[in-house]
């Protein structure tokens, strides 16, 4: 006796297709989730001037309200010599003052297995960012070990190169080796820390002027979501060594001549040049939450883009400073009335100030 199904034929089929479409739902749920992730900071480091060597000291000296503009060191250049009353004056800076190291010149190369003769030849940002790298690995629980192999990626923020300059000049062509290269260079900046720490990420070197550390921040927080890595070493650094690059930048009316620079004040004159190392090691908040690791921040959102053909190269543009923090936002799934705290560029010029200003004052009011 043949036993007949009471259901119509296509049911099996529609409940497969149905089933698909969940699967398929749930898969796009997942994505849109891993694509706005939020990330976070589970290590901190520093090197700033005014005594922050450690991310507590920094704190203290913002809540005490300490200046740390100084002169300019004697080993770095002779201040008074350069310096001149006016920005036009040739070869010469209207001002003595800067954020300025300690003890820049202090290195111990075999802690991180180099020779002395190469640590020499090294740019010293690149013995920093080992400094303040080993720092923030170890604060985050990521013992630098290259034995590791960590799937981390080094994204570094990083603009000058003035020590092969300063080489150059003292020894001339013939003092050129493999060590120079590699001391200089600034993807190896980003490349020697894969190198002695053992991680396998993505590394790469930016160069976007003064925004460079934050565009490596938000490079890195998209190779997260991407899964090219499973955490990420963000940092940036500076270091003034030669005089060259204040003589340019008063010649172009950049410079404070005070030594203050006055941000959004009807007495700025200028900035004032600093230096130093920052280093963040991030993660996607899920895998730090299972992971047990100690959370310091959450970034929500982040976003980059550039002025374009505004009144001139190194003019802003107000409409694309609202269009950038508007994606930021949206990003992060925020509303303007939901900050509390906006740290702004900042230049201390009576150009940049007030268009900085009216992009917010147009997202935010």
């Not at 070869?91 to 190369?109: A, C, M, N, Q, S």
């Amino acid at each position: 006796m043949t036993q007949l199904s009471s259901q119509p034929p296509t049911v099996n089929p529609l409940r497969r297709a149905l089933q698909a479409i969940d699967a398929l739902e749930t898969r796009l749920e997942d994505q849109r989730r891993s694509i706005n992730e939020p990330i976070a900071i589970i290590g901190l480091g520093c090197r700033f001037p005014g005594g922050a060597d450690s991310p507590a000291a920094f704190w203290k000296l913002l809540r005490e309200g300490r200046d740390a503009v100084s002169t300019v060191p004697p080993e770095r250049w002779d201040a008074d010599i350069f310096l001149a009353a006016h920005p036009d004056t040739p070869g010469r800076i209207v001002t003595r003052h800067g954020g300025f190291l300690d003890r820049l010149e202090w290195f111990d190369p075999v802690f991180f297995g180099i020779s002395p003769r190469e640590a020499e030849r090294m740019d010293p940002q690149h013995r920093l960012l080992l400094e303040v790298a080993w720092e923030t690995l170890t604060a985050a629980g990521q013992t630098p070990d290259r034995r590791a192999e960590r799937q981390t990626g080094v994204f570094l923020g990083i603009t000058g190169a003035e020590y092969g300059s300063l080489q150059l000049g003292d020894a001339g062509l013939q003092s050129l080796d493999t060590y120079f290269l590699t001391g200089n260079a600034l993807n190896t900046a980003a490349g020697r820390l894969a190198f002695v720490f053992g991680l396998h990420g993505p590394c790469l070197a930016v160069d976007t002027a003064c925004s460079s550390s934050l565009t490596a921040v938000h490079l890195a927080c998209l190779s997260l979501r991407n899964r090219e890595c499973d955490s990420a070493l963000a940092a940036g650094v500076n270091a003034l060594l030669s005089p060259v690059g204040s003589i340019a930048l008063s010649r172009g009316n950049v410079l404070s001549p005070t030594g203050q620079s006055r941000t959004f004040d009807a007495a700025a004159d200028g900035m004032v040049r600093g230096e130093g190392c920052g280093a963040v090691v991030l993660k996607r908040l899920s895998d730090a939450e299972r992971d047990g690791n100690e959370i310091f921040a959450v970034i929500r959102g982040s976003a980059v883009n550039q002025d374009g053909p505004s009144s001139g190269l190194t003019v802003p543009h107000g409409p694309a400073q609202e269009k950038l923090l508007r994606a930021a936002l949206s990003r992060a799934g925020l509303q303007p009335g939901e900050l509390d705290y906006i740290e702004a560029h900042g230049t201390g010029t009576s150009m940049g100030d007030p268009i900085e200003v009216g992009a917010l004052g147009n997202v935010f009011a």
